[in-house]
């Protein structure tokens, strides 16, 4: 297991490592992009300050907090309530345009190549900018899919219309009662399909993706494969990070990238075939 006491940090010329990395993307055979948080901030998702503000005032003033995630785990009084505000971060992380173009950028980089997508994030927005939804791998679920909150099944289910009718619909911080979803298979309430404990459904659809992830890997990772990490911290590294220090350490012909504001780093074993940039995503794929 890999620890911070063996990390190494670039002090290259922020210039330099940005001309490597467009170096490495075009002599890759094969691409995995590993996605977090950072990403989807650096498209312009922020999930605090003004488009907190502008979105959820009434929901701060009434309840003292301050951003959408911290909202997301907070008990409301009702169940109204809860999905009035649900309803509302939906609509603006999941079924409205993004800020920025982005991850269309992103695709326009590697769209010609062999690629595949890992990621934490639960925005969808990979597959809204027209990446093949078969490279795709969600690991902690879709802000666009009801599971059951028992849960009862292993299914889960499409949300955007109840979604859009809560949205439209809501009114004094809350949706209307008939409007609260149901499981169609026992009556429990449903909940979003996100990844928070133990009772998080991985349905037929997240074990082919999984499956495909794999597969994706352990076919290509002898060959030159470049692992572009974008955007992810010490929330869950064992699903992106570390697995790709490893693949990296296991393969001489494999290079490691890290676009990151703080966090671009790695272990020592791997510092020569490394590439690590703290800088905003957006600004140095444009310089790609």
């Not at 879709?142 to 009114?171: A, H, K, W």
């Not at 352990?218 to 692992?227: A, H, N, Q, V």
């Not at 974008?230 to 890290?258: C, D, H, M, Q, R």
Request: proline share 5%; net charge negative; charged share 25%.
């Amino acid at each position: 297991m890999f620890s911070r006491t063996e990390i190494f940090k670039s002090t290259k010329d922020c210039s330099v490592q940005i001309e490597q990395l467009g170096n490495a993307l075009q002599n890759a055979d094969s691409v995995v992009i590993g996605a977090g948080a950072g990403l989807s901030a650096s498209a312009g998702y922020e999930y605090s300050g003004k488009r907190f503000h502008d979105n959820f005032a009434d929901f701060e003033e009434k309840y003292g907090f301050h951003d959408m995630y911290e909202g997301g785990f907070y008990t409301f009084e009702t169940d109204e309530e809860m999905w009035a505000f649900r309803s509302r971060n939906i609509m603006l992380n999941r079924y409205s345009p993004p800020p920025k173009p982005l991850y269309g950028e992103l695709l326009t980089l590697v769209g010609g190549k062999d690629y595949f997508v890992l990621t934490t994030n639960v925005d969808h927005c990979f597959q809204r900018a027209g990446f093949d939804k078969k490279r795709l791998f969600y690991t902690q679920g879709d802000y666009g899919l009801f599971q059951c909150s028992v849960p009862c099944c292993g299914e889960t289910f499409d949300n955007e219309y109840l979604i859009r009718e809560m949205y439209r619909r809501q009114s004094d911080m809350k949706v209307p009662s008939d409007l609260l979803p149901k499981c169609p298979r026992c009556g429990k309430p449903l909940t979003l399909n996100l990844r928070s404990d133990d009772s998080f459904v991985e349905d037929a659809g997240w074990h082919a993706a999984a499956e495909r992830c794999s597969e994706f890997i352990r076919s290509r990772k002898s060959g030159r494969i470049l692992y572009l990490e974008l955007g992810v911290g010490y929330n869950t590294p064992s699903i992106i990070k570390y697995p790709f220090w490893k693949l990296t350490a296991e393969n001489p012909k494999a290079v490691y990238a890290s676009v990151n504001f703080g966090e671009a780093v790695c272990p020592e074993d791997i510092a020569a075939q490394a590439i690590l940039i703290n800088g905003d995503i957006s600004e140095v794929l444009n310089c790609c």
